[in-house]
C-alpha cells in the first residue's frame, strides 16, 4: 500500500504480485486499520487493482464495508477500474498530513517515540539532528523520561538525516 496525500485527497495505491482479487481482499483491513491509525479524514481514494469481474468488485465492497463497519464515512462502490471513494469528517490534519506539511516537526516526534522503544537500565541517548532538537518541547522530554523512568540525554549531530534519529541506553552517569 502506498499513501500518498494531495491537497484534494489522500491516495492510497494497492500494488503487488497476488492476482488481483486476492491482493485487494488482502489490503482490506489493513487499510481500514490505516484509516484509523493515521486519523485519515476528508476525501479518500483507494485504487484496488482492476477486478474485470463484477462479482469480485463486490466481494471487496462487502469486504471492504465490513472493515469500515463503526468509522464513520460515506462511500462509494468499486468502479470498473478499481477506484473506491471515500468521504469522512476531517477533524484536523491527519498524520499522513502533518508529516507532509511539517517534517522537521514530524521526525522530532518519531524521534522520541524511538526514545520510548529502547529498553535497558541507565540513561536514554538520543542522538538527533539540530533541526529537531529545535523542535522538542520541554514536556515532551519530560514525558518520554516519566513513560521510560529513565533520564534522557539529546546529542545532536549535524551529519544525521531528520529522520535518521538514533537511541540507546547507556550506562549510569
Do not use: C, Y
Not at 464515512?73 to 477500474?81: D, P
Not at 517515540?113 to 529537531?132: C, K, N, Q
Not at 513513560?147 to 545532536?156: D, Q, S, Y
Amino acid at each position: 500500500m502506498l499513501f500518498a496525500v494531495t491537497p484534494a485527497m489522500t491516495l492510497i495505491d494497492i500494488d503487488g504480485s497476488l492476482d488481483s482479487r486476492a491482493l485487494s481482499m488482502a489490503a482490506v483491513d489493513p487499510i481500514a486499520a490505516a484509516l484509523r491509525l493515521l486519523d485519515l479524514g476528508g476525501s479518500i481514494g483507494i485504487d484496488f487493482p482492476t477486478l474485470a469481474a463484477k462479482a469480485d468488485r463486490k466481494a471487496v465492497d462487502a469486504a471492504l464495508g465490513d472493515a469500515l463497519d463503526g468509522w464513520p464515512h460515506e462511500r462509494t462502490a468499486m468502479n470498473g477500474f478499481g477506484f473506491v471513494q471515500l468521504v469522512a469528517r476531517l477533524e484536523g490534519p491527519s498524520l499522513l498530513h502533518r508529516f507532509a506539511t511539517s517534517r522537521v516537526g514530524m521526525s522530532a516526534r518519531m524521534a522520541l517515540r524511538r526514545a520510548e522503544m529502547v529498553e535497558g537500565v541507565g540513561t536514554t541517548l538520543l542522538t538527533l539532528h539540530p533541526a529537531l532538537n529545535a523542535k522538542l518541547k520541554p514536556e515532551w522530554m519530560a514525558e518520554v523520561e516519566r513513560r521510560t523512568a529513565r533520564p534522557l540525554r539529546i546529542e545532536t549531530d549535524p551529519g544525521l538525516a531528520i529522520e535518521a534519529a538514533a537511541a540507546q541506553v547507556v550506562g549510569h552517569e
